[in-house]
């Protein structure tokens, strides 16, 4: 069974999830990487606990995993997607943003995306997680 305890997001939100995106998140940013945005995420992410259920193998996990981060992202005021671009592009700055305590909290909260998108980067895709270039860009760090 898939290991949820280093997904710092997902470990705690165990029970039936059915839902596909609940939120429109087209039209919002990236989560900053402030103390202020992470606390509003993390939040939200209360609010969601108990929403995944252990009995599911590890691609419905993922999958399921994944779309929750995005509700969870786009119910805070933010784009998972707008997230993960930001946070990539800010890789190849002199002094990333998102570096840092804040932004380690932020990477641990999109872990499963992450796993996701190693995993099953055309899936990731497909649930809206990230942008081709993206994708790329993510690629390009991890060479």
Known sequence: MFNLKPLGLCACLLMPFSTVIACDDSQLG??????EAITAVKQVMQSHKGELDNSMNDEEMLDKGSQLTRTIFCEAGYSLKATWAAWAQDQWSEQPAYDGPNGMAL?????????????????????????????????????
């Open 107 to 143: 990477r641990n909260m999109m872990s499963i995306s992450a796993y996701m998108i190693e995993t099953n980067p055309q899936q990731a895709l497909a649930l809206g997680l990230i942008d081709e270039a993206t994708l790329a860009e993510l690629k390009a760090l991890s060479e």
């Open 30 to 35: 990236p989560v900053p990487a402030t103390a």
